[in-house]
């Protein structure tokens, strides 16, 4: 029986095919890198000729060998007149996908992220720090379908004009999808959601102060093409869109609640709908509103009396809540009224 030893040949085929692959790959992230950095040229251009003035020092494309990165510093963008005016900055902005799947991306902002708006107060400047935050883009046919989002130790503040009605949020989380029948699902929660200073009247805060430990909401928004389109909450509502909430639920104070039901716009363009609500403590929440003044005794009393004789569910008792003519009604008490809009007009 002979012994045979392998060949020096044959010890250095697989290292050589090996060597093979990593080169392959390596001209393939060169080349594809290269598309990107134009792709993001062209749509630059594409942009600017739009109306939009786009600005950063420097990009680059940068991950190799497992993902791409595309890297912009200080971008700037600004929108025309016609898009409302509005521009964005970041310190730091890269957009990150890997090397096996292009259609999805994911931003990561660097630094606090400024937005200079128009309001109906008049200009404002508002600015962003946060912790850590993520944007995911999924696309499919260049079409983004899937958007997701995740905050942490989110801040906003005002550096000119009025002032956020949110001045910080611990955790933020979103995700959402585009169907095929043009409705957009979404599913948000926010804790410790704090709302800034003015922002609600005395009565309100004294009720249940500044900041909900949790507010989250599974929805679904209609004729989600007329609200993306242009952005026009009177062309959703001419279509017929409607806010189809699966579940809410929100921890404030006093309240503790949890409902679904459906949200239209009324022709003022203001929040329209009614809500099936189960409310946890519905003494507590009644006491609460009647010692802040929100509802005068004998609506407490009503609020009551609709409470004992209302539907008992495991978690609560279930009430109406409606948003109709500009007011807020809970059960058979008026608990608030919406700021009544300037700019209202009818929609018919």
Do not use: C, K
């Amino acid at each position: 029986m002979s012994d045979r030893r392998p060949g020096r040949l044959s010890l250095l085929i697989p290292f050589g095919a090996l060597l093979a692959v990593i080169a392959i790959h390596a001209v393939y992230w060169v080349i594809v890198a290269g598309q990107i950095r134009s792709q993001a040229d062209a749509w630059i251009a594409d942009q600017e000729a739009a109306g939009y003035v786009i600005t950063h020092e420097g990009l680059s494309v940068g991950g190799y060998p497992f993902r791409f990165s595309l890297r912009a510093v200080s971008p700037d963008i600004a929108a025309p007149e016609a898009e409302g005016g509005w521009s964005a900055e970041a310190g730091r902005l890269a957009a990150t996908a890997q090397i096996y799947d292009l259609n999805h991306w994911i931003l990561t902002p660097a630094g606090d992220v400024a937005l200079e708006a128009m309001t109906t107060s008049g200009p404002a400047r508002w600015v962003a720090g946060f912790e850590s935050a993520q944007l995911s883009l999924s696309s499919t046919g260049g079409v983004t379908t899937r958007i997701g989002a995740s905050l942490t130790s989110l801040t906003l503040a005002a550096e000119a004009g009025p002032a956020p009605a949110v001045e910080a949020v611990g955790a933020l989380n979103l995700s959402g999808y585009l169907s095929e029948d043009d409705i957009f699902a979404l599913r948000i929660q926010a804790d410790q959601l704090r709302l800034a200073e003015n922002q609600l009247d005395d009565s309100l805060e004294a009720a249940f102060g500044r900041e909900a430990e949790q507010w989250r909401m599974e929805a679904a928004v209609t004729q989600f093409d007329a609200l993306a389109r242009a952005g026009d909450p009177a062309e959703w509502r001419r279509a017929g869109g409607v806010l189809d909430i699966t579940r809410a639920q929100m921890i404030w104070g006093a309240a503790d609640v949890s409902g679904s039901g459906e949200i239209a716009l009324d022709a003022d363009l203001l929040p329209a709908g009614r809500l099936s609500v189960v409310v946890t403590d519905p003494e507590t929440l009644i006491d609460a509103l009647v010692a802040a003044g929100l509802v005068h005794d004998e609506q407490g009393d009503a609020l009551s009396l609709a409470a004992l004789m209302a539907p008992r569910r495991e978690s609560g008792i279930a009430l109406p809540f409606r948003l109709q003519g500009g007011a807020v009604f809970l059960g058979p008490a008026r608990i608030g009224t919406f700021a009544e809009r300037e700019d209202a007009v009818d929609a018919e």
